[in-house]
């Protein structure tokens, strides 16, 4: 046997259709075939949302693909394997939560009735074992899942994955998060089946990314995505600058909010930690000593009860600016807006006004504070631009960071379906969707 024969294949890919308009999933599923894909998957949102029709739809308009129902089956094994091969999936998923007896009689069913089940490890407290567990009971594939919402966390599959790839002989699945980035890592720690969701259904062309993502596996050599990578504490601020302040409040369930701040200039952009300060209204010490306490980077946050004079002008922002700072904040009000503004170091404020108050000394620094009705600790993310300002608790900074990433990436999709010659309540079937009551 020659030596390129005994080199291992490049994993298939399997392209998780988890949209919840079954036209929107089957546009892209056209995209993903035509890059190369070898396998469409009715993900969970589409089965809840359309049922197996989806399938069905999938199964008739791809009939030489395998079309993978992802139902996470936790009970009635053998109604649900036996439904979904009816419909026309070559494979479903049973969760390895699942019973011994449910996973058992998923397998049973799939050979009465010609379909392939794989169990999904997702949730599960000991997978190593749970995976030994369902080879034995006879599932075809073992799917290693890092969740969305743990995606977010900065959290990785890589060590899980080797770990059952030794532990098993039937083919691995690696599904979550990945991406041009790291799908080589995917393979390199076993993975015989690569299953990729928004790197691909998110993109604005589906099939150029799946070529893409291809080409990687072939050519084993990553390429840095300019999106879809999810990041940890270290990157908070590089993902934060590339999404947008409405893009953070979605992510924040329409919340974080400054409310009443205004930027003094259009175009205006900060991304930062908050430097925070309390003070009296025109006294102007405590911000002003701000600057020399705050981290390069920081943008100071002053509640300064909402009213002028103001506690803030040109000489405090050249000072700021000599120190690196990104920005400042201020629930009070600002003087010199002309100059600030020629400066371009930005500034957002309740209120401008022509007169100061008097450096008196009185209030704080490094606590927390109320600014646009919204507590600030020292320490949050603050993120700026001509919508206004959204705050992010530190604590939780790399799990909003990674969900507004997430809403940026899914508007660029809407996007170019807008712009191939549909309209946004087309593209996001708003009627079918409006609230029932």
Not at 58 to 69: K, R, S, T
Not at 185 to 200: H, P, S, T
Request: one cysteine or more; aromatic letters at 4%; glycine letters at 12%.
């Amino acid at each position: 046997m020659s030596q390129a024969s005994d080199e291992k294949r490049p994993p298939v890919l399997q392209v998780a259709l988890d949209f919840v308009d079954i036209e929107r999933a089957l546009r892209c599923a056209r995209e993903a075939a035509a890059g190369g894909a070898g396998r469409l998957e009715a993900g969970t949102p589409l089965i809840k949302s359309d049922g197996l029709d989806c399938v069905r739809r999938l199964h008739a308009e791809f009939p030489g693909m395998d079309i993978v129902a992802d139902m996470k089956t936790m009970d009635a094994g053998r109604a649900e394997m036996e439904s979904a091969a009816k419909a026309g999936a070559s494979i479903a998923m049973v969760l390895g939560v699942a019973s011994e007896s449910t996973i058992r009689e998923c397998v049973e069913a799939g050979r009465n009735y010609g379909i392939a089940v794989a169990v999904d490890l997702v949730g599960t407290p000991d997978p190593v074992a749970r995976a030994k567990e369902a080879e034995a009971w006879g599932v075809s594939e073992v799917h290693v899942h890092l969740p969305i919402d743990e995606q977010m966390t900065g959290k990785s599959l890589f060590e899980l994955l080797a770990g059952i790839r030794a532990a098993v002989d039937v083919p691995v699945a690696a599904v979550g998060g990945l991406h041009t980035g790291n799908v080589l890592e995917a393979a390199q720690a076993g993975a015989d089946i690569v299953v990729i969701g928004g790197a691909i259904t998110k993109a604005e062309d589906a099939a150029a990314a799946a070529k893409e993502i291809i080409k990687v596996l072939i050519e084993g050599e990553a390429v840095a995505p300019r999106l879809y990578a999810r990041g940890g504490e270290g990157d908070i601020r590089e993902i934060l600058e590339k999404v947008s302040a409405a893009n953070l409040s979605d992510a924040l369930h329409r919340g974080g909010v400054l409310k009443g701040l205004k930027p003094l200039s259009p175009g205006q952009r900060m991304v930062g930690r908050a430097f925070t300060v309390r003070t009296f209204p025109g006294d102007w010490a405590k911000p002003v000593e701000a600057i020399d306490l705050a981290e390069p980077g920081d943008i100071i946050v002053v509640d300064c009860g909402g009213v002028p004079p103001a506690v803030w002008g040109e000489l405090a922002t050249e000072s700021a600016r000599q120190r690196g700072l990104a920005g400042i904040v201020i629930d009070g009000a600002a003087r010199d807006t002309g100059d600030i503004r020629a400066s371009g170091f930005p500034l957002y404020a309740r209120h401008f006004c022509p007169n100061a108050g008097e450096p008196k000394g009185l209030g704080e620094t490094g606590i927390p504070v109320t600014v646009g009705g919204r507590r600030v600790s020292p320490g949050d993310w603050i993120l700026g631009d001509d919508d206004g300002l959204v705050s992010v608790p530190a604590e939780r900074a790399v799990e909003f960071a990674n969900r507004a990433m997430d809403v940026l990436e899914r508007e660029n999709r809407i996007r170019a379906e807008i712009r191939a010659g549909s309209t946004l309540s087309k593209v996001v079937e708003l009627l079918r969707w409006e609230k029932k009551r």
